[in-house]
């Protein structure tokens, strides 16, 4: 074909609205062809293995496991009896520090890493649309938190069914409900752990578009991260920590409860939301206006 | 902010009713101005017509303002005042209908190591809405055969050398037909028969008829390639034209190799020659007016032996420092 027709071709070709997908997609793929990706999967893998086979080591000798309890939900007590219970123990473990670590790291490198590395300017000239571009990011680093979620709970039901034995199970109210819906409900639980990560991710993207270095942003994002969850513990902040993002992340064990406890559960979504909107707009406000220098 | 911008949007929509006028220019400036935040005033006043079918050379000293003029044109940078027409269309507001159409090196290739040289095509592709992606394949195949990487398509781009990723970055301005395109420094990197290869690969898409925007440091590049140039000086735009009017602007001296150098200096200076300097057996001078064959004449009719007659030419190298006053490698 020779240019001036292949020109021709191009402004009589209607672009379809589907193509605009097609960065997305590559977002995708892209984020999940990385190393780091996968090594940080990985890692969420590996919690529900240790945590399971550190029970199973303890309880060898018929006893149940420890006095359980804390502050935390009282789950790990129960995995002798139901497997389906490291599902739950696991994600209680993972959700305060290793799933928002393993997210902060994906958002805060989402922008900041395609500028360090110089490939910003060409995604922008391509052009990608500098709304586009951020839209694709987050949706896909919530996608990320749904898959790093499912990981952790999928290794943990592997594991728990391996491990232990699986059945009816006992609800923190002390009713029992059939497998299915225990399955159901670790399945909801899951779902609100990866919703409760999404405030992170807006505050990671946020930080992302601030600087042109991938590893300052995710250790921006981490370093939040910490401080929030360190905050949320002194008690003379108590006025203030109803609006850390971590504040209301452990009431996915109302889910648990039988009737479910929905409070606490509708006020973090809420807050999730809040971040989402708040961060949101702020990492949109900036990367629009932003001079792409690197 | 909001005069220039207004006054951008009436020439816009005049742009739009005129096509004319976007068909001469692919690119058009006026008053281009960026200042960064520290108060460092980095491209002045900038008034650059690039105009269709050209391949336009981009000169100027490291640090002179060529890339933060480029970065406007791409609607990467927003300009503090002035405004940059792509295509007719104001940058950068009209990035989305113009970009399409135009390929793209700036300051260097950028690239993902963990991926092929095709993927990193098949990503870069995919970021354009209005690339199709049922052609997608075969276009990232043809601008990998095209800058001769077709062989090293499945190899890590971590792997590549710089040679191979600066043709990776050429392939990626050439995924689509484009109207025009803007090459930062092209052939940095390669060596002399990849340059070679660069310089043909260009000289065949301008003709073609695609615009080329080329910045270079290399002189005799522009000279070899380009038929228009501009040149940059510490934020201002110091000449732009086309290449031999350039050229010819800083003029060629007459040289004379004699073993009689007194009296030739004589006869030259009787012939109209100015600025006269004798150095050894070689005589120089501004060549006068008339015919250079009379001036030999009257040499050889004088009684003085000449060995040589040469007029030698002015280069652009020659145009570039009597312009800026420097070197070429020295940072303004």
Request: glycine share 12%; charged share 15%.
């Given at each position: 074909m020779s240019r001036a027709e292949a020109l021709q071709t191009r402004a009589g070709r209607r672009p379809s609205?589907?193509?605009?997908f097609g960065l997305l997609r590559s977002e995708l793929v892209t984020t999940l062809r990385r190393w780091r990706t996968l090594a940080l999967l990985a890692v969420l893998a590996a919690v529900p293995v240790l945590v399971g086979i550190a029970v199973k080591l303890e309880t060898r000798g018929g006893s149940t496991a420890g006095p359980g309890g804390g502050d935390g939900p009282a789950f790990i007590a129960q995995i002798t009896n139901n497997g389906l219970f490291l599902v739950f123990t696991a994600l209680a473990a993972t959700l305060p520090f290793f799933l928002p670590m393993a997210v902060g790291v994906v958002a805060g490198d989402a922008i900041a890493g395609e500028a360090g590395s110089g490939t910003l300017r060409y995604l922008l000239v391509a052009p990608a649309g500098r709304t586009r571009l951020l839209l694709t990011k987050y949706t896909t680093v919530m996608a990320f938190c749904v898959l790093a979620t499912l990981v952790v709970a999928v290794s943990a039901l592997i594991v728990g069914a391996l491990l232990f034995p699986l059945g009816e199970l006992t609800t923190i109210s002390g009713t029992r409900i059939s497998f299915a819906e225990g399955l159901g409900r670790a399945l909801l639980i899951a779902l609100v752990v990866a919703a409760s990560l999404v405030g992170v991710a807006a505050l990671g993207l946020f930080v992302s578009t601030l600087t042109n270095s991938g590893i300052a942003a995710m250790a921006t994002t981490v370093g939040l991260l910490i401080t929030v969850q360190i905050l949320d513990q002194i008690p003379q902040l108590h006025a203030l920590q109803?609006?850390?993002?971590?504040?209301?992340?452990?009431?996915?064990?109302?889910?648990?409860r039988d009737p479910v406890y929905w409070d606490d559960l509708v006020k973090n979504l809420g807050l999730q939301a809040l971040y989402a909107a708040v961060f949101g707009s702020a990492a949109w406000a900036r990367f629009t206006t932003k001079d792409i220098s690197a | 902010m909001d005069e220039p911008s207004a006054r951008e949007r009436d020439s816009g929509d005049a742009a739009e009713r005129d096509p004319q006028d976007a068909r001469a220019h692919v690119i058009a400036t006026r008053g281009l101005t960026k200042r960064y935040?520290?108060?460092?005033?980095?491209?002045?006043?900038l008034d650059l017509t690039v105009p269709a079918g050209s391949v336009f050379g981009f000169l100027g000293p490291n640090g002179s303002g060529k890339t933060t003029t480029i970065r406007m044109l791409m609607g990467l940078i927003e300009p503090t005042s002035g405004t940059a027409r792509v295509l007719g269309r104001p940058m950068p507001r009209a990035t989305r209908a113009v970009l399409p159409q135009v390929g793209a090196l700036i300051e260097g290739p950028a690239l993902?190591?963990?991926?092929s040289g095709r993927d990193n095509l098949l990503r870069y592709d995919a970021a354009d809405p209005t690339a199709d992606p049922r052609t997608r394949r075969a276009r990232v195949a043809a601008a990998l055969d095209r800058v001769g990487l077709a062989a090293a398509a499945?190899?890590?781009?971590?792997?590549?050398?710089l040679g191979m990723k600066q043709r990776l970055g050429l392939a990626a301005a050439l995924l689509q037909p484009r109207r025009l395109l803007v090459l930062d420094e092209p052939t940095n990197g390669l060596d002399p028969q990849g340059m070679r290869e660069i310089r043909a690969l260009i000289r065949e898409l301008a003709s073609d008829g695609t615009t080329v925007f080329l910045s270079s440091h290399l002189l005799d590049e522009i000279e070899q390639v380009c038929t228009h140039a501009a040149v940059m000086t510490q934020g201002r735009l110091v000449t732009q034209g086309a290449v031999a009017d350039l050229a010819a602007g800083a003029r060629g001296r007459l040289a004379v190799t004699t073993p009689d150098p007194g009296e030739a200096a004589r006869v030259l200076k009787e012939q109209g020659v100015g600025d006269v300097t004798v150095d050894g057996d070689r005589v120089t001078g501004e060549p006068p007016a008339q015919d250079l064959a009379e001036v030999n004449a009257a040499l050889v009719a004088a009684g003085v032996r000449v060995r040589g007659f040469t007029l030698e030419q002015a280069s652009l190298e020659d145009a570039f420092v009597a312009l800026t006053g420097e070197g070429f490698d020295v940072a303004g």
């Open positions: 609205p589907l193509w605009t109803p609006y850390l993002f971590s504040h209301y992340w452990l009431s996915f064990a109302d889910l648990v | 935040r520290g108060g460092q005033l980095a491209v002045d006043g993902y190591g963990f991926l499945g190899k890590k781009a971590r792997a590549y050398s």
